[in-house]
Each structure stands twice: as C-alpha cells, then as structure tokens.
C-alpha cells in the first residue's frame, strides 16, 4: 500500500513555472512507475505526464510536450512535475499516481493517487 501526496501547486502569471512534488510512503516507491493527471473544471481527468520506475524512460501529453518535465529520485521516494511557460488552459487540479504496470499504463491501471493540488495559471 503507497500513500502519496502532492504539493507545490499555486497561482502563477502565464509564462511562469511551477514545481510540483509528490511524496510517497508506505511502499517500495521504485517498484512503481508514476504519474501525473489533471482535471481541469468540468472535464474529465486527463494523463499529463508519466516516468518508468527507473526514470529510464518518460512519455507526455502532447499539450504539454517541451514545456513539463516529469522526474523521479528513488533514494528519497518523490517524484516531480517541472511545468515551465504555463498557459492558461493548463489551470486544473494537478495528481501524482502510482502504478505496478508500465509508465505506459492507462489512467485506469494506477494503484494510487494523491489528494490532488490546484494550479491555478492567470492571463
């Protein structure tokens, strides 16, 4: 059983940037590969992001292909989103998921999920 929690999110001006960061406990944190989601106000929630256990190997919404970047560092059991020149429509609340499948999973194959933090990108 992995507990995971997000934090990092914000208000932020278009352009700008936000880290966010997931901490996982309760489990061995490499034999996952993780994820991050997001669900924007009255959409569905959405893949954004995902990192095979060893970090060897990432995939990406193409909405945000060369703006985020999704990395892990197993010695401390976190995983992060780098989400630089946000835009306005990236505004959602953000969630960090674990997996026993591959980084290549579906939404519906994550294990875990975190309580989900707010990005919030003004014009």
């Known amino acids: 059983q992995v507990q995971l929690v997000d934090s990092g999110g914000g208000l932020v001006q278009a352009g700008g940037s936000l880290r966010l960061s997931c901490a996982a406990s309760?489990?061995?944190?490499?034999?996952?590969?993780m994820g991050w989601f997001r669900q924007a106000p009255g959409k569905e929630r959405e893949f954004v992001a995902a990192?095979?256990?060893?970090?060897?190997?990432?995939r990406y919404a193409d909405s945000v292909k060369g703006r985020f970047t999704i990395s892990r560092d197993n010695a401390q059991n976190m995983a992060y989103l780098q989400m630089n020149s946000l835009k306005v429509e990236d505004t959602a609340v953000y969630y960090c998921?674990?997996?026993?499948?591959?980084?290549?999973?579906?939404?519906?194959?994550?294990?875990?999920w975190g309580q989900g933090t707010q990005v919030t990108v003004s014009s």
């Open positions: 309760g489990g061995r944190f490499s034999s996952y590969a």
């Open positions: 990192i095979m256990w060893n970090g060897g190997s990432t």
């Open positions: 998921a674990a997996t026993s499948g591959s980084y290549q999973s579906p939404q519906s194959r994550y294990d875990y």
